[in-house]
C-alpha cells in the first residue's frame, strides 16, 4: 500500500509489533523493538542463580503454620504455572484468589475449579453480582474502550486485597506484561507489583472511582467494594508485596503449557479461536481472544494473533514470515462472541460500532473514498 496519506506506522524487523502498539515500544537503529531486545536479555542470564535469590528473598515469610503467599489464579496454563512454581521451586504453601467476571468459557472453568484438587490448596472465588457486571461491562466500554476493565480491575486487586484482610504480606504473579511484551524494563530489573502499576499499566490510568456517576448505566460506590485496592495505611501494616515469577524464571508459556497438561491435567480449548491460532490462552475470558481484543483490532489495528506471534517468534517456535501470515489470518476477524455480548448487555450491533469507532486511533486509521476504514497492513510494508 503505498497511500501517502495514511498515517506512518513502522513493524518491528524481528517480530511483527507495530509502533501503533497499545503497549510502549522503542526500536533500535536495525529496527528491533525493544520487547525483542529485552527478550533477548533472557539468554545470558544465569536462572539457577536467580531462582536462588528468590529462595532468599523468600525466606522470611515462611511460616510454621497457614498461608506463606497468595497467588491470584484464573485457571490458564500460567495460573497452573505459577502454583506449581511456587509449591514445587519454592515450597510455600499458597492461597488461591480468583475474581469471577463472568466470562469464563467451559473448559477455562473446569481448569479453575479443579486447581484446588490437583494442588492440594485452598481457593476463594470472588464473584461479584451479575447485573453489576453487566452494567460494568457497558460502562466500561463506553468510557474507555474496554468491556473487560471490571475484569482486569478484578484480577489486579482481589489477590492484593485478600492478603491484606488475611495478613499474608507475600502475593506471586506471573511475568511483569509491559516488559514481557514491550520491553518497559530490563531483565536485570526487578519491579514489583503496586498501586501505581496496578492503575497505570493494568488499568489504563482508570480506577473504581471512574465508574460511579455515571446517568446512563449508574453504579453506586457501595457496589464497588470488590474493586478497591487496600489503602496505602493497610500496605504498611501488613508489609504487603507482589513479586513477579518471570523476573526470576524464563518465562514461556508454550513450555508451561506443555508441562501442566502433562503433570496436572490441564486442558486447552476443545475448539480454534476465531482470531488467534493458539487454543491455550485465555480460556477464563471468552472476551480475551474474542470481542475485547477485535476492540484492540479497532483501536490499535492489531489483534492477540499479533501478540501470540511475537511471542512465538521471540522465543524461536515460528519465523516471522510465518507470524506475518497469522496476523494476517486472524487480526481483522470480526468474533461470533459478539453477538453473545450483545445479548448479554442487551445494545445493538449498531451502538457497539458507534461506540468502537469513536476510539479508533488517528495514528493507524483513515477513511478512503468509499468512507470505509483503512489502515497500513505489515505484509504491504
Known amino acids: 500500500m503505498n497511500d501517502t496519506s495514511l498515517p506512518p506506522i513502522r513493524w518491528c524487523s524481528r517480530c511483527v509489533y507495530p509502533s501503533s502498539s497499545a503497549i510502549p515500544l522503542g526500536f533500535n537503529e536495525q529496527g528491533v523493538c525493544t520487547g ?3 527478550h533477548e536479555q533472557k539468554k545470558g542470564i544465569d536462572w539457577k542463580q536467580r531462582l536462588d535469590w528468590l529462595l532468599e528473598e523468600v525466606e522470611p515469610y515462611r511460616r510454621p503454620s497457614g498461608y506463606e503467599c497468595v497467588i491470584g489464579v484464573s485457571g ?49 472465588v470472588v464473584s461479584p453480582g451479575i447485573d453489576l457486571l453487566i452494567r460494568m461491562n457497558r460502562l466500561g466500554f463506553r468510557k474507555c474502550g474496554d468491556m473487560n476493565w471490571q475484569n482486569h480491575c478484578g484480577i489486579f486487586t482481589q489477590p492484593m486485597k485478600i492478603a491484606c484482610q488475611m495478613n499474608i504480606p507475600l502475593v506471586f504473579w506471573g511475568e511483569h506484561g ?35 456517576g455515571d ?37 514461556d508459556a508454550n513450555a508451561h503449557a506443555d508441562l501442566v497438561m502433562k503433570k496436572y491435567g490441564w486442558q486447552p480449548s476443545p475448539v480454534p479461536f476465531e482470531r488467534t491460532y493458539r487454543t491455550m490462552s485465555n480460556l477464563d475470558d471468552r472476551y480475551e481472544n474474542g470481542v475485547h481484543d477485535y476492540l484492540k483490532y479497532v483501536k490499535f489495528g492489531y489483534g492477540r494473533a499479533t501478540d501470540h506471534a511475537c511471542k512465538d517468534i521471540r522465543s524461536g517456535y515460528m519465523t516471522r514470515a510465518e507470524g506475518i501470515e497469522m496476523v494476517r489470518k ?4 470480526r468474533p461470533s462472541d459478539l453477538d453473545y455480548w450483545l445479548s448479554y448487555v442487551d445494545r445493538t450491533e449498531d451502538w457497539f460500532d458507534r461506540i468502537a469507532d469513536s476510539f479508533r486511533s488517528p495514528k493507524v486509521w483513515a477513511k478512503d473514498a468509499a468512507g470505509q476504514w483503512v489502515k497500513r497492513n505489515i505484509w504491504d510494508a
Open 215 to 251: 446517568e446512563e448505566d449508574p453504579i453506586r460506590e457501595n457496589e464497588l467494594e470488590c474493586f478497591k485496592y487496600p489503602s496505602d495505611e493497610e500496605v504498611r501494616k501488613v508489609g504487603l508485596r507482589g513479586l513477579f515469577i518471570g523476573m526470576y524464571d524464563p518465562w
Open 330 to 333: 486472524y487480526d481483522h476477524v
Open 76 to 124: 490458564g496454563k500460567d495460573s497452573y504455572y505459577q502454583v506449581h512454581f511456587v509449591k514445587e521451586k519454592l515450597g510455600l504453601n499458597p492461597l488461591l484468589v480468583t475474581y469471577n467476571g463472568n466470562n469464563f468459557l467451559d473448559v477455562g472453568w473446569n481448569n479453575m475449579m479443579r486447581m484446588r484438587e490437583v494442588f492440594g490448596v485452598d481457593h476463594i
Open 36 to 38: 525483542c531486545q529485552v
Open 178 to 212: 509491559w516488559t514481557d511484551l514491550g520491553g518497559m524494563l530490563s531483565m536485570h530489573d526487578f519491579p514489583e507489583f503496586t498501586y501505581r502499576y496496578r492503575k497505570d499499566q493494568g488499568l489504563r490510568g482508570y480506577d473504581w472511582y471512574d465508574f460511579t
